[in-house]
T-cell receptor
Framework: AQTVTQSQPEMSVQEAETVTLSCTYD???????LFWYKQPPSRQMILVIR??????QNATENRFSVNFQKAAKSFSLKISDSQLGDAAMYFC??????????FGTGTRLQVFP | NAGVTQTPKFQVLKTGQSMTLQCAQD?????MSWYRQDPGMGLRLIHY???????DQGEVPNGYNVSRSTTEDFPLRLLSAAPSQTSVYFC?????????FGPGTRLLVL
C-alpha cells in the first residue's frame, strides 16, 4: 500500500532560523510526484514545492528546498530564514499517474519571534 | 483567473438532508477532484474526473455522487447527509503534475 508518514506532529523554530520537516513514503512505483503543501489557519491548501521522482536534483523555491532521497524514500522540507508567515500545517503528499494524492497527517509549524 | 472556486464556504445540514457542493475552475484543466479533510488527518480523495463525462471513485466515495457535464464544473452531491460527513471539503483541479486547491467548504451535519 502507498503511504506517507510525517513523524513530527509539531515543530517550532525561531524567526530567521532554519527548520527541517520530515516525510517518508512507501511505494513500489518508480515514477511519481512528491509535494509539500502549506495550510495556514485560513485552511487554503497552498503548494510549496514539488519534486518529480525521475529528477535527481533537489527542488528549490526561494527559501524552501527539499532533500529527496529516492532509495530511502525520504522527502524532507527545509525552510531557511523562517518568517512568522511560515507558521502553518505542512502536508507531504505523493501522487502516481492518477489523480489520487496521498497525504501524510501533517506537521504543525510554529514560528517564534 | 479566479482559479478554483467553491461554494458555499460553510453549511449546516440536518441528518438525512441532501445538498450539492459547487466547484468551478476557469483554467481549462481536464482533471478535477474532491477531497475531504478530517481532524488529525491529511486529505482523502472522494471522487475524481479526468474530463467532461468521465468520473471515478477515490478512497472514500460512499455517500457522495459526482457528475462532470462541463470542463469547468464538478459538483459534489451528498444524497442523505450523515454526521460522519462532517468535514472540510476541498475541490482541486490539475494540470500536468500539480493539483491546485479551492478554498474549501466546511460542512457540519447535525
Amino acid at each position: 500500500a502507498q503511504t506517507v508518514t510525517q513523524s513530527q506532529p509539531e515543530m517550532s523554530v525561531q524567526e530567521a532560523e532554519t527548520v527541517t520537516l520530515s516525510c517518508t513514503y512507501d511505494t513500489s512505483e518508480s515514477d511519481y510526484y512528491l509535494f509539500w503543501y502549506k495550510q495556514p489557519p485560513s485552511r487554503q491548501m497552498i503548494l510549496v514545492i514539488r519534486q518529480e521522482a525521475y529528477k535527481q536534483q533537489n527542488a528549490t523555491e526561494n527559501r524552501f528546498s527539499v532533500n529527496f532521497q529516492k532509495a530511502a524514500k525520504s522527502f524532507s522540507l527545509k525552510i531557511s530564514d523562517s518568517q512568522l508567515g511560515d507558521a502553518a500545517m505542512y502536508f507531504c503528499a505523493y501522487r502516481v499517474n492518477t489523480d489520487k494524492l496521498i497525504f501524510g497527517t501533517g506537521t504543525r509549524l510554529q514560528v517564534f519571534p | 483567473n479566479a482559479g478554483v472556486t467553491q461554494t458555499p464556504k460553510f453549511q449546516v445540514l440536518k441528518t438525512g438532508q441532501s445538498m450539492t457542493l459547487q466547484c468551478a475552475q476557469d483554467m481549462n484543466h481536464e482533471y478535477m477532484s474532491w477531497y475531504r479533510q478530517d481532524p488529525g488527518m491529511g486529505l482523502r480523495l472522494i471522487h475524481y474526473s479526468v474530463g467532461a463525462g468521465i468520473t471515478d471513485q477515490g478512497e472514500v466515495p460512499n455517500g457522495y455522487n459526482v457528475s462532470r457535464s462541463t470542463t469547468e464544473d464538478f459538483p459534489l452531491r451528498l444524497l442523505s447527509a450523515a454526521p460522519s460527513q462532517t468535514s472540510v471539503y476541498f475541490c482541486a483541479s490539475r494540470i500536468y503534475g500539480t493539483q491546485y486547491f479551492g478554498p474549501g467548504t466546511r460542512l457540519l451535519v447535525l
